[in-house]
């Protein structure tokens, strides 16, 4: 059990980005950099004692700094979309980036909170804490923010991802992570073979642009439903519109019965390693996005990502919550402060 610290790289305006590796006694280890918070490295064994990487990413800093699948990248303050780029709060409209035909993604793809440097504290607990602080109107977003985002790796094989948030006006906060997992390994292959299950027996269809209609729809006798374990590339392709309208599964799914507890949403498991990994979390939705649009480039170990060769669990509030009243409210400020815990464990 430890924490360690090296020199990740060093930014483009010459300030130094570190790498923090966390380890317990199972032998899995995290390595994180304070560059986009962003979880870098995880290392898993398997039941045999094998070790491997299981989320894709880059060996080096300038890497990063295009991203443009959001590699291991902690979003905020804003992940998914936002219909229009738009949105009000209390009758005032705010403008964001428009970076995704006529809508927002993940706040901005170049000023966005993964591609700044996090000031840093490395905790007692064998965790890190990563902390930003961003101004009224930054990226078109009201309020002066406090951000902090924690990791943490325990002995039972659980990497915790905690999130706290306040803001002296009300504003949009709905932050998550962005890794890719391959649970064979991050230069293993597609993962359309992983066995995926998810607690969630409704999901937000969408429209063409991946804006959410509104409406909560039952999965129940679609492809849509991982009710029960089924391999991720069973129904991928089937001619249903929502698949097409995404090129596969980048949907999110309404967890069952949540109420902000933290409880298990996911199970994922990799039939050639045997790894199996749970996600937990305190919130109300889950984008399963089956990895259908990264762009073929040269990753961590000179592998070569392409299409479905990982696969993301985003935890969130549904995307373009803030223009849906009918969704849960990611609106938070002096009277609501943002917290959230997602955990992914190995079991």
């Known amino acids: 059990m430890g924490i360690t610290k090296e020199l990740f790289g060093t930014t483009r305006d010459g300030k130094e980005v570190y790498a923090f590796t966390l380890d317990n006694k199972k032998g899995m280890k995290a390595r994180v950099i304070n560059f986009g918070a962003i979880l870098v490295n995880l290392y898993v064994p398997d039941a045999q004692g094998n070790v491997e990487d299981v989320v894709l990413g880059f060996d080096n800093l300038e890497s990063y700094y295009r991203n443009g699948s959001f590699f291991g990248a902690t979003i905020g303050p804003s992940a998914n979309r936002v219909g229009n780029a738009k949105f009000e709060i209390h009758g005032k409209t705010y403008q964001l980036d428009v970076n995704d035909g006529p809508n927002n993604l993940h ?3 170049e000023l966005g909170y993964h591609k700044r440097l996090w000031d840093t504290t ?22 002066n923010k406090k951000i902090s985002m924690t990791y943490s790796l325990s002995d039972a094989n659980e990497l915790k991802l905690s999130y706290h948030a306040v803001s002296d006006a009300d504003t949009l906060i709905n932050m998550t992570n962005h890794s890719y997992f391959n649970l064979s390994g991050h230069k293993a292959g597609k993962i359309e073979d992983h066995l995926l299950t998810l607690h969630a027996s409704h999901y937000t269809p969408v429209v063409p642009g991946a804006i959410p209609t509104g409406e909560i729809a039952p999965v129940a006798g679609t492809p ?14 089937a001619d249903f519109e929502q698949l097409k309208l995404t090129f596969g ?25 045997g790894r199996k990994m749970k996600t937990f979390t305190t919130l109300p939705g889950v984008q399963f996005y089956a990895g259908n649009c990264i762009g073929e480039e040269t990753g961590k170990e000179g ?23 009918q969704f849960p409210s990611a609106v938070f400020g002096p009277d609501r402060e943002y917290d959230a815990v997602t955990v992914y464990q190995f079991v």
């Open 122 to 143: 490395i905790n007692e607990d064998n965790s890190v804490t990563f902390f930003l602080e961003a101004p009224d109107g930054d990226m078109g977003f009201p309020g």
């Open 107 to 109: 706040s901005h793809m």
């Open 303 to 325: 592998a070569l990502y392409a299409p479905r060769k990982g696969m993301c669990l985003e935890t969130q509030y549904y995307p373009d919550a803030i223009n849906k009243p």
């Open 224 to 237: 849509m439903d991982f009710t029960k374990s089924k391999p991720v590339g069973q129904d991928i392709n």
């Open 249 to 273: 599964y980048d949907h999110n799914f309404v967890i069952d019965n949540a109420d902000g507890s933290l409880r298990e949403i996911a199970v994922l498991e990799d039939p050639k390693s």
